[in-house]
């Protein structure tokens, strides 16, 4: 099971909310869809039995950091509560590259251009970032690094009238649904 690209995804996703909203030490709840946590733990279709023993064995290999995660699932889509020592780790050990600081800040202005965003892009990766012209009525854009160390998320921006809204999906994911 590939437990660590998991727990990065729930980290990546608790520092996106402490840098928008701020941080407090409370619990987190994150809503994944079935494929998308299949596609990072790399599993190929597993039984309902093997999926609930994968998501037993990831809340006991992530506990001393993350504390007792709870994880429920409805439908097709699993429901991961992050409890507030956890959501403390991350506050207090998570790795930040600044990248996601100082995009959230440029997206949030509200006259951010595209060569704004275009430019913190560039900075974090030294110029090896690919942009696509979405052909999505929901984006205008989809900007991502070439090098999916520096981040492995492909964000989709759209411009409106007097602000820019963006969706952040893992590339798989992206893949998966076909934007």
């Known amino acids: 099971m590939q437990y660590g690209a998991l727990e990065q995804m729930l980290i ?3 520092k996106e909310v402490q840098i928008k909203l701020g941080y407090e030490k409370e619990p ?3 809503y994944y869809p079935l494929h998308a946590l299949m596609n990072i733990l790399k599993i190929s279709e597993g039984s309902d039995e093997e999926i609930k ?3 037993e064995g990831f809340k006991k290999s992530v506990k001393e950091r993350l ?7 409805s439908q097709e889509r699993f429901c991961f509560e992050i409890p507030p020592e956890g959501v403390e780790y991350v506050y207090y050990h998570g790795k930040d590259s600044g990248f996601l ?5 440029t997206v949030e202005n509200p006259h951010t251009t595209f060569e704004d965003i275009w430019k913190v892009f560039n900075k974090y990766g030294d110029g090896k970032v690919t942009c696509l012209k979405s052909q999505e009525e929901d984006f205008d854009y989809i900007i991502f ?8 998320y492909r964000y989709y921006i759209k411009f409106h009238e007097n602000h820019v809204t963006y969706h952040r999906f893992l590339s798989e994911d992206a ?4 934007i």
């Open 101 to 105: 600081k100082e995009f959230i800040e």
């Open 53 to 55: 023993a994968a998501m």
């Open 145 to 152: 690094f070439e090098d999916p160390s520096l981040d492995n």
């Open 28 to 30: 987190i709840r994150f």
């Open 12 to 14: 990546n996703s608790i």
């Open 67 to 73: 504390g007792d995660i709870r994880i429920t699932k």
């Open 175 to 178: 893949a998966d649904m076909g």
